[in-house]
């Protein structure tokens, strides 16, 4: 989702015909096993939050795709990730979601291999050993690992990029939202009947606002005309100066935020800047795996997992500052309740669009103009299997 563009950037819709990817892209498996290689194996990821690993010898389990990863704080307060698999028969080693180790070691669950917290096999219960082994040779397989503010993040390529080239240079860096001191209020999960790139595409555009979100095209009037952002009108010179909230893309008048009644809860940030807070929603866009999305009082943050070529997971998790959740005043529903009845919307809207792309006859489709961010998502898919060796 686009924000509002400077005044004197041109039209942001598409002017010329453009093709969508072809339909077999969001159904066949071998295009599932591409993306995986090409796309979720090569860039970062999403996990977790750092508070969800905040003690010493806490660990948690983060799939991607086919991938079973362990994510754990070791005894140093370090992070560390490795593929949740034991070097000598590749049995798994953590089970379940999240856990707490007793010991600093890692022990795998079938003969009792042992491996310190920083990977290294440290311990072989056998009576003796083969000539010519050496511990030192099966380490567990590392996975790189990141902070970013608050965020942990994977990443299963060799040599990864740094983390901030994570996020979309066009989409904000939420610099003025305290994202490290944020705290979890609340968590949505959801397993999609749909391809992951669907969630994208409809991510990327508004034109199915006015149908689909009609409380939200509400609240963000702007959205109730189809577009993001004043730009996306092909007469946006015409309202240049017009500030009402149709064409600026501001909340709806005495709207606040993103809530059922447009009240904020709590403290609202003091960083922001005046337009920020005017703007009712300021996203931070990391592909494939999420988006951040800043209001004025709280954040909320939405995370993908691909489990197949038509099944995707989405968790949701609101996270406002400590003191908006202090005993007396925890009733976040106003909030929940409309982000929920969004992403239910959002949700529905893909399946639909998963299950009419079998059509033999469809190969693929056509953008209209307001999709240009959908067709700028296209071309990053595109341009990451152009760099890409043929998948394992
Ligand atoms: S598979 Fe892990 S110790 Fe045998
Ligand atoms: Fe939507």
């Given amino acids: 989702m686009s924000t509002e563009a400077a005044a ?6 598409l002017l010329q015909v453009e093709p969508t990817l072809p339909s077999h892209v969001y159904w066949s498996a071998d295009d599932y096993q591409r993306d995986l290689a090409a ?20 660990w948690r389990t983060v799939r991607i795709g086919t991938q079973d990863i362990v ?30 180790l007793k010991a600093r ?9 042992s491996y310190s917290l920083r990977g290294d096999l440290v311990r072989v219960p056998s009576k003796s050993l083969p000539e010519g082994f050496s511990k030192a040779d099966y380490p567990l397989y590392r996975v790189a690992i990141a902070e970013w503010r608050g965020f942990i993040f994977v990443n299963l390529a060799d040599a990864p990029a740094p983390i901030e080239e994570a996020f979309d240079p066009a989409s904000s860096d939420l610099s003025n939202w305290p994202l490290e001191s944020l705290v979890s209020g609340h968590v949505f999960r959801k397993t999609m009947a749909c391809n992951w790139k669907i969630f994208w595409e409809n991510f990327n555009e508004c ?10 095209s509400k609240l963000v009037p702007i959205y109730g005309r189809g577009l993001m952002a004043r730009h996306d009108d092909p007469d946006w010179a015409r309202h240049a100066d017009n500030d009402a909230p149709e064409f600026s893309g501001k909340l709806r008048d005495g709207a606040e935020t993103w809530s059922e009644d447009g009240r904020a809860h709590g403290p609202v940030f003091e960083g922001l800047t005046e337009r920020e807070r005017a703007a009712g929603q300021t996203y ?35 996270l406002f500052p400590p003191q908006a959740l202090q005993e007396d005043n925890t009733d ?9 009845r969004v992403m239910e919307e959002d949700a529905a809207v893909c399946e639909i669009n998963q299950r009419g792309l079998k059509s033999i006859r469809h190969e693929a489709g056509v953008l209209m103009p307001e999709e240009y961010d959908l067709h700028r998502f296209h071309n990053w898919v595109r341009a990451q299997h152009g760099n890409s060796p043929a998948p394992r």
Avoid: K
Wanted: negative net charge.
């Fill in 8 to 13: 004197s950037d041109p039209y942001n819709g």
């Fill in 207 to 216: 034109l199915h606002c006015p149908n689909v979100h009609p409380h939200l």
């Fill in 332 to 340: 976040i529903g106003n909030i929940v309740a409309f982000g929920v």
């Fill in 39 to 58: 796309i979720w194996y090569r860039n970062w990821v999403l996990a977790c939050r750092a508070a969800d690993v905040a003690q010493p010898l806490a």
């Fill in 284 to 318: 931070a866009v990391s592909l494939p795996s999420m988006f951040v999305v800043g209001h004025v009082d709280y954040v909320r943050v939405v995370r993908l997992v691909p489990l197949g070529p038509e099944e995707t997971e989405l968790t949701a998790e609101w």
């Fill in 71 to 100: 994510v754990l704080r070791d005894e140093t307060g370090a992070l560390q990730a490795f593929h949740n698999t034991c070097r000598h028969r590749g049995s798994q080693l953590c089970q379940g979601e999240a856990g707490r």
């Fill in 105 to 113: 070691l890692i022990t795998c669950p079938y003969h009792s291999w």
